[in-house]
């Protein structure tokens, strides 16, 4: 197996899927510059012509429409947006015409666009360069979300969005990109609605999205040296999520904490702890954790952002606090 | 050049015309446009769209037709002109006011009358209502009320279009107050960007709603909406339907043959309400002077004096074909399933690219 970072495996997909279907082209701002995509477009306007890597003005709804309209004539756009918080400008494309035309027209006509959104934070950005806005779009019916936390992911994730034949939100991390993996050269796909089960463990399950996925497996790792053996889940899709896997899990553990790179209030964290309750409630044996952003802008100076972010610490403290709420979990567990 | 009371230089409230396109006596010229058989062509497309049009405001009257529905009545001309210019292969863009770009354009009569009814059996399946029609078959991927909504999925069918090596124009139809939507003039940007082959059809019926233009905008001058942008525009009197296809020819073709986008403006005049069967509802006595003015350029009646010069005198037979098939289409689609309640889950998720 051949090693990638993330930011090598969205490349590689890219310019497989360049490569092998000529409906594909990708728009957006920045494509030509490594300013606004990193290494991820690195060359592809060179290697496959600049006619299909398009680096657009600077006009995110219309250029979202136009990719959406070319989705409904055929073709497979990939639309950019190289800072999420751009995207805000393109509400009209992705969220009123976009994901409602399958149902709106009845299933006469589907939107095979996908809509590659960059998360971009730190650095002292400040609060429209670091939005993670992921919990926005999985309101919204007629649109698939996925947030791939690993390079394995990165790949197949793009892969199978670019071939299903709905509007995908795809969201990547730049705080991910130098994370390596295993990432195989032939095309494959990772299934959308497919969590992975990165550890696994009987006392708490560690719900991950994204970035937070990758805190997990740190965060269960001192969690074992207590003694406390976490399920650590990836769910890389948010919409739809892996709703099988994640309440087997709790099941299990009796105890879940969910673990989400954006705010609390309405977020994707509150949704899946809302449908935790609902589905395992019974089987709970504390309150289903969140770790969130707070509810508050992004800050830009370097101490206000070590304030701001969550990460491995807040993850066990929370797992500390689900498995000693109520009675201890070896106790619990020996009762039962 | 001639002048005609019908002409666009007597506009009311409007500014002269800038060019040569569009007085209502267009001289004869060799392009079949001003042939008998064109022309009754052409009349029966706009006939049909306003036989159409009075049957679905019947039903609203009637309460049958629930959905709500934006009458194109007045405005057929601008429909009826443009498609004589499209192959079925180009793609056309609605907005919330679109029976006609739809029945223009080829869409099925039935599934038209049988989507307001919400019935299965029409065009979006039941699902759309009379603001979102879709007939792919045809060339028509969505039309939405969202103001300007479709004007950049037209750049996108044109940018493939492009991409492909293809002839295929992309045809957006909008009214005047989509011009004051950002998208719009991105659209127009990128269109003109990428010189891809889209017509901008602005429709301007001076009114957005309830507001007329002089209360949104200082200058009469949407004709000049693409310039900033290098899209050249034209003003047409948009009542008359072979001035509205000459125009739109010339810049299909030149679209077609790589020369990029145009925007053609169409000055015309909605005859009933912004939405529903009546005729001033929401925008009061004002309206009513002026609708008596525009009734007397009845884009119709207009064809019919033309076929008159030309000998063609008794059109009754004909309009007795479209009323029948009116009446037809009614039937049918009435008789059409409405949709089951356990449906309503049903294509959240597209399972399979429709696309061509």
Known sequence: MRTLSYVQAIREAHAQLLARDARVFVIGQGLWSPWYAGASLEGLDREFGRERMVDSPVSENAVTGLAVGAALVGMRPIVFHPRMDFMLLAMDSIVNQAANCSYLFGGTISVPVVIRAVINRGGEQGAQHSQALHAMFMHVPGLKVVMPATAYDAKGLLIAALEDPNPVLYIDDRWLYAETGDVPEQVYRVPIGQAAIRRTGSDVTLIGISTMAAHNLKAAATLAR???????????????????????????????????????????????????????????????????????????????ELAYYPGEHEIVEAARRAVGAGQPAKAARGAA | MSTSTCGIKELPGGTPARDEAGPAATPFRADGADSPDWLLQRWGVMLLI????????????????????????????????????????????GGHRSHGHYLAKGGSLEKLFAEVLGRTSGCSGGRGGSMHLASPEVGIFGTVPIVAGTVPLAVGAAFASRMRGGKDVAVAFFGDGALEEGHLHESLNLAAVYRLPVLFVCENNLYSSHLHWSERRVADNLDLAGEFHSVPGTRVDGNDA??????????????????????????????????????????????????????????????????????????????????????????????GASPDRGRVLQHVWAEAACAP
């Open chain 2, 50 to 93: 306003r036989r159409a049009e009075e049957a679905i405001a019947a039903m609203v009257e009637a309460g049958e037709v629930r959905c709500p529905c934006h009458l194109y009545i007045g405005q057929e001309a601008v429909a009826a002109g443009v498609a004589a210019a499209l192959t079925p292969s180009d793609t056309v863009w």
């Open chain 2, 242 to 335: 072979v001035a509205v296809y000459r125009a739109a020819h010339r810049a299909i073709e030149g679209a077609r043959r790589g020369e990029g986008p145009s925007l053609l403006e169409c000055r015309t005049f909605r005859w009933r309400g912004h939405v529903g069967a009546g005729w001033d509802t929401d925008v009061g006595v004002a309206r009513r002077g002026e609708l008596a003015e525009w009734l007397n350029r009845d884009p119709l009646a207009r064809v019919a004096e033309r076929l008159a010069v030309l000998g063609v005198h008794d059109l009754a037979a004909r309009e007795r074909v479209v009323l029948n098939r009116v009446a037809d289409a009614v039937a049918r689609a009435r008789a």
């Open chain 1, 226 to 304: 207590e003694g406390i053996e976490a399920e650590v889940i990836d769910l890389r899709s948010l919409k739809p999520w892996d709703r099988e896997t994640v309440f087997a899990s709790v099941r299990k553990t009796a105890r879940a904490v969910v673990a989400d790179p954006g705010w609390r209030m309405a977020g994707a964290a509150a949704a899946i702890a809302a449908e935790i309750y609902e589905a395992a409630f019974a089987s709970l044996r504390a309150p289903v954790e969140r770790v969130t952003l707070p509810d508050a802008p992004a800050p830009s100076s370097r101490a206000e």
